[in-house]
């Protein structure tokens, strides 16, 4: 198996130019490529070779970047981590990708030890800049290949989290469509937002390699999101470019009244709608919002509307990229003309190879050399993408996405459950609120907060329901199916003021 390696024919070309900026520091991409190759022996040597699948518990910081580098030129399968899951949903993780060691930095090497003290994995802390003892001799670093990269959770259309493959070759041809649509200056500045188990924020980090640009880290690693930082650091840093999720320029707008900072050429927003109010706002106040319609399975983005675009048309997510075909199809999958809604389906080279171990989950998605979204748009009489709904049930609160059925299931463990149903309410900053209504079995005593206090054990935070409602029964269809719709009204109209 040959290594792919974005960051040496970047180094060989322009060792000098900046690779990372974070505090007071500016990492070259000579000094990164040596930093990565002294993980990566480091890595050799406790037992990772191509192929080796590694869990990964990686904050947005210098080491984490060296690390994925370094496992990308080893061969060996990246399985990056939620940072926000507990240590039970992390461990269920590790074992359904059948990772063999966990990687983490300094700041996540106590979790990650906690995580595998049951398991027969390795933790290995990422070390400080250093130069390896022992280079491992590897193949040619120019090669882009089409065996796995990197394994990410994502919720799917159904079911739990399923595991995507992606290749190389996706991350590569998902790099060159996007500059086609976005282009690229030569002080181009990335801000990082975006963790780098989401296939957003880890196509960054390619990205900006063969662009040669830098990233810029946000010095706040490890605290929550804050709208006044992140706004100093796009004009301290001088960033061009930046990806938010809806949430996060929600609150940039509340909490600064300051149009943004010159330098600033470019927000990517994505991860879930943004409502035609918040771009009007961001429009408004001067913000260069680009709109974009992606999902982890075609390796970030599908579809951009550039600034101009936006403004013309807000709404649209714009034209498929580079190479990427669209197509919306009816329910017996025959191509609806503009302006009906169907299902969108996908096809190019950034469309993942399938689920990892989910023989039927994959054939579901891929079929006749097309990805079946699950999500409902149209396509104009222009070509450009009108997304209507994401995955049907599938809620997406903060950029996160939330699976109603593992949620339910965390709730029917509790002994007082008998019935759940989760669904997502609109929120004008979250996008969506998880929340949840509930039966309880005869005689039990139980209130909402305890639900929660439950969940909260079981769950990563985000996907703790928000709203809980204690209903004597759930409406339902006359087959005795539960009508999700009706639970969402009934709970969306109670959560007005």
């Not at 080796?52 to 990246?78: F, T």
């Not at 550039?306 to 498929?320: L, Y």
């Not at 609806?336 to 950034?350: A, C, D, N």
């Not at 969940?455 to 709203?467: D, H, I, M």
């Amino acid at each position: 198996m040959h290594p792919v390696d974005f960051l040496t024919p970047r180094a060989m070309t322009t060792p000098d130019r900046p690779a990372l900026v974070w505090g007071n520091r500016t990492l070259t991409y000579g000094a990164l490529k040596t930093w990565a190759r002294a993980l990566e022996a480091q890595l050799a040597r406790a037992g990772v070779t191509a192929g080796s699948r590694v869990a990964a518990l990686l904050p947005k910081s210098p080491a984490a970047v060296a690390a994925i580098h370094a496992v990308a030129h080893l061969g060996a399968v990246l399985v990056p981590l939620n940072l926000r899951l507990t240590p039970e949903e992390m461990r269920a993780q590790i074992a359904r990708s059948g990772a063999t060691h966990v990687l983490a930095t300094p700041s996540t090497a106590e979790r990650a030890h906690a995580v595998v003290e049951e398991r027969r994995v390795t933790a290995i802390a990422s070390e400080e800049l250093g130069i390896a003892e022992d280079p491992v001799p590897l193949p040619s670093p120019f090669a882009i290949r089409n065996s796995p990269f990197a394994i990410l959770f994502t919720s799917g259309t159904t079911g739990a989290p399923k595991a995507a493959v992606l290749t190389a070759a996706n991350f590569y041809h998902s790099a060159v469509a996007s500059v086609f649509r976005l282009g690229v200056l030569p002080d181009d500045r990335w801000l990082l937002t975006l963790p780098l188990y989401h296939v957003g924020g880890l196509s960054i980090l390619f990205r900006s390699a063969l662009y040669g640009i830098a990233v810029v880290l946000l010095e706040n690693v490890e605290a929550s999101f804050d709208p006044r930082w992140l706004y100093e650091t796009l004009r301290r840093r001088h960033v061009t470019l930046v990806s938010l999720v809806p949430t996060m320029l929600h609150r940039l707008l509340e909490a600064v009244p300051e149009p943004p900072p010159p330098s600033l050429r470019l927000v990517l927003l994505g991860g879930a709608a943004a409502s035609p109010e918040l771009l009007q706002r961001a429009l408004a106040r001067g913000y260069p919002v680009a709109t974009t319609y992606g999902l982890t399975e075609a390796t970030s983005q599908v579809a951009t509307a550039t600034p101009p675009e936006v403004r013309r048309k807000p709404g649209s997510v714009g034209r498929p990229l580079l190479h990427t075909r669209v197509r919306v199809v009816d329910g017996q999958g025959r191509t609806l003309p503009p302006g009906e809604v169907g299902e969108i389906l996908v096809s190019g080279p950034t469309v993942f190879s399938g689920y990892d171990g989910d023989p039927r989950a994959t054939r579901a998605a891929l079929q006749d050399g097309w990805l079946h979204t699950g999500d409902l748009g149209y396509l104009d009489a222009e070509g450009d993408l009108w997304v209507v709904n994401r995955r049907s049930d599938l809620i997406v609160t903060g950029g996160e996405n939330v699976y109603p059925a593992e949620v339910e299931a965390v709730l029917r463990q509790h002994p007082a459950v008998a019935e759940a149903c989760v669904v997502g309410l609109d929120d004008a900053e979250w996008g969506q609120r998880v929340a949840a209504a509930v039966v309880l079995k005869p005689h039990a005593d139980v209130t909402p907060q305890m639900l929660e206090d439950f969940c909260r054990q079981r769950l990563a935070g985000y996907k703790v329901p928000r709203r809980i409602r204690i209903l004597p029964d759930l409406p339902r269809t006359a087959s005795g199916k539960v009508q999700r719709p009706l639970v969402r009204e009934r709970l969306q109209t109670e959560a007005k003021p």
